[in-house]
T-cell receptor, first 115, second 115 residues
């Protein structure tokens, strides 16, 4: 069965530090990959997604992620975090190669940015 | 607000009672999804609809759970004879069927506490 693994459960950074959150998935076929963010008290929002083409994907709020097929990874990065980036971050992959829209999520990473 | 709407936002119920959650997707979104999220975990897929047809149900969805989308618009998720293990946030999401690039939009969720 497909799975998504996020390596860091809780990350604490100071403002202006660089961020990289790890995400690995298990599926040998074509994948669509996503990073969602959940700010405190708010709903899940899409940060960025990869479907095909350039493996370096840019999203909102200065986030980017790189799809490395050989490593089954889709790590999220931001060069300089802000206090407002404090949130929970979820990596997700579509299930199977179809277009059902069903997502398999990782367990999430809580990011705390200290001012 | 034109996003995915869920209610009630919070529900506390006694074990053994039935509860029902409602989801209003973004208009014209013909795919609707239900997920469940427990503390410290990512969302887990429960079921999804295309218009009024329920196309798939997860094994997580026991016989006590039933979801409907009678007119292809709003959906309800009913849990009968609730158990403490049902305590979780129930998320609804919607998407336009079609291109793989379409985004899945999540609602703010309905928190269920079974006491």
């Amino acid at each position: 069965a497909q799975s998504v693994s996020q390596h860091n459960h809780h990350v604490i950074l100071s403002e202006a530090a660089s961020l990289e959150l790890g995400c690995n998935y298990s599926y040998g076929g074509t994948v669509n990959l996503f990073w969602y963010v959940q700010y405190p008290g708010q709903h899940l929002q899409l940060l960025l997604k990869y479907f095909s083409g350039d493996p370096l994907v840019k999203g909102i709020k200065g986030f980017e992620a790189e799809f490395i097929k050989s490593k089954f990874s889709f790590n999220l990065r931001k060069p300089s975090v802000q206090w407002s980036d404090t949130a929970e971050y979820f990596c997700a992959v579509n299930e199977g190669s179809g277009n059902t829209g069903k997502l398999i999520f990782g367990q999430g990473t809580t990011l705390q940015v200290k001012p | 607000d034109t996003g995915v709407s869920q209610n009630p936002r919070h529900k506390i119920t006694k074990r053994g009672q039935n509860v029902t959650f409602r989801c209003d997707p973004i208009s014209e979104h013909n795919r609707l999804y239900w997920y469940r999220q427990t503390l410290g975990q990512g969302p887990e897929f429960l079921t999804y609809f295309q218009n009024e047809a329920q196309l798939e149900k997860s094994r997580l969805l026991s016989d006590r759970f039933s979801a409907e989308r009678p007119k292809g618009s709003f959906s309800t998720l009913e849990i009968q004879r609730t158990e403490q293990g049902d305590s979780a946030m129930y998320l609804c999401a919607s998407r336009i069927r079609g291109d793989t690039g379409n985004t899945i939009y999540f609602g703010e969720g309905s928190w269920l506490t079974v006491v």
